[in-house]
């Protein structure tokens, strides 16, 4: 049988909006069914389940505050702040903050996940619907929205962000597809394929960094392959440019995370038990828990890779002497690739690449690398169930092991529906919550840092006094990134304010800028006032990385619509 791809010129249009619209409606029941324990059970409270909350919590307020694009994370450290949007991607914590203003909190983690499901669906159907027929690729569709690592992600971990940033894997893949001309490119133009490929790649990046990590070096072995089987460098050359306006894309975001990376404890984000030595499959540390983890993680990669195997070879043969699958081909052997490269990362073995290769160490756990095995796992799936005589049997064995996978997950899993109330009573109570280790200010401990501290404490004007001057304080404004307050005293003192000290800051006494001191076990801002009504000023400034990024940005999506433009032209001038 041979596997029908997508005809442009041919297909009926209604067709197609029939298929896209099943693969709509296929994606949002699967989605509904992987959160389905939620409606009885309540939120599953991952890992990074608190992190994500906290951070979706923050952004909400701020928004009230008229901080549209937030940059200092005010409640984390119990108000003292960090820096954590600065470094951690946007998309993922917009998204939450968005839908807390149309549903209630509880429900925002459980909507979150059918929108990034439904959407990983979408984007695999698009991918499967090129080569198999719409049936197939509708089961490979579902497979890839349920697939093992997403249930992980879902039931153990709550990572939100990563588990967006997998939803355009498939995505990314075909456009480099296209972009490196191993299938064919039906935009029109080279520089079409060039501008959806850096759009899908910037998705990425701008939702999860170890992802966007993963898709760089998984597009970046794409196009190498592809100079070796066409025997030409343009692939490379074409691949560069799409990589680099992708880059380009996220430098509002990315040259900020990558510059201002000197200015915080970025290295404790590699701490022992966060490093990919401690986390390739079945290893074992000092620590019940994470072995415990990393167990289950483990076998869901084992799972993973089996089935992807097996399906692969399954695949195979359904392609193989059809006459009309020569694109079919390709792409069942990029995906071997694929899954070759991220099976063999994911074990010791492979300890050599995460010293040496750029970055790579930063996407700490090594079992990551099921987000690029799970795409071909999806695909490979809906082309063995393509195979007429055997379909049903995938269909069945895929249901049954993703049900029994599924199952252990939410056995395995912790439930608690208190953390966002837990979270909004900390924040009402001008109390806040944890801070981060890699995000922490450097020179800060943020253990340290008093869990109940006011806004602004007087303290005498020299350490060794123990006297504190009587002083009246008012604050006038005290927000996410700007603090304003009058302090009126008949000597000098010193203030010390529930702030981190960080080089964006800047302070301003009586209008004339100053640089503030901070505590001997912290980085607490402190400013040494001189008697009489000091003005006080802290606005979290635009430093120079963050402009430089923007204009890069803005330069790029100006490219971006050249590009898009001048495809759309071409596709015109060659319509009859």
Known sequence: MTFPAEDPNGMDATAGFRGWLLALGVSLATSLLVIAPFFWMGNASGHDFGFHAASWLDVAGQWKEGIFFPRWTEWANYGFGEPRFIFYPPLSWMQAAALSFVFPWNAVPGIFIVIAQTMAGLCSFALARRFLPVSAALFGAACYAANPYA???????????????????????????????????????????????????????????????????????????????????????????????????????????????????????????????????????????????????????????????????????????????GEARKLWRVLLLLSAAATILMIRHSSVFWEHLPKLRFVQFPWRWMAILA???????????????????????????????????????????????????????????????????????????????????????????????????????????????????GEPLRVALRLLNYPAWRVEVNDKTVTPHHAETNAQMILSLSPGTQRITVRFGRSSDRKLGMVISVVALLTLLALLNAGGLRLLSASP
Request: glycine fraction near 8%.
């Open 151 to 325: 249930l992980l992600i879902v039931y153990m971990r709550s990572d939100f962000a990563e588990l967006l940033a997998c939803a355009l894997m498939p995505l990314v893949l075909l456009r480099a597809l296209e972009l490196c001309g191993l299938v064919e490119n039906r935009h029109g133009s080279l520089s079409r394929a060039m501008a959806l490929f850096a759009m899908a790649f910037a998705g990425v990046w701008l939702s999860n960094a170890p992802a966007g990590v993963m898709a760089t070096y998984s597009a970046a072995l794409l196009f190498a392959w592809a100079v070796l089987a066409k025997k030409s460098l343009r692939p490379l050359l074409c691949g560069a440019g799409a990589l680099a306006l992708g880059f380009g894309l996220t430098s509002f975001y990315l040259l900020p995370a990558a510059y201002e990376q000197r200015w915080v404890n970025i290295a404790q984000a590699l701490s022992p038990g966060l490093q990919p030595s401690d986390n390739f499959l079945y290893t074992m540390v000092n620590d019940p828990e994470h072995n415990v983890f990393n167990w289950i993680a483990s076998s869901v990669a084992i799972l993973l890779m089996v089935m992807t195997g097996i399906a692969g070879i399954a695949a195979r043969r359904g392609i193989a002497g059809e006459r009309e699958s």
């Open 375 to 489: 795409v071909p796992y999806g695909y490979f799936l809906g082309a063995a169930l393509a195979r007429r005589r055997v379909g049903w049997i995938w269909g069945v064995a895929v249901i049954v092991i993703i049900g029994g996978t599924a199952t252990f997950l939410v056995r395995s899993a912790w439930w608690d529906s208190e953390d966002i109330p837990v979270l909004q009573e900390a924040i009402a109570k001008d109390q806040g919550f944890e801070g981060t280790d890699e995000y922490d200010p450097a020179g800060d401990d943020h253990y340290n840092l008093p869990e109940k501290a006011p806004r602004v404490q007087v303290l005498p004007a020299e350490e060794s006094e123990g006297v504190t001057p009587k002083a009246e304080i008012r604050i006038e404004r005290w927000t996410a990134e700007e603090k304003n307050l009058r302090v009126a005293s």
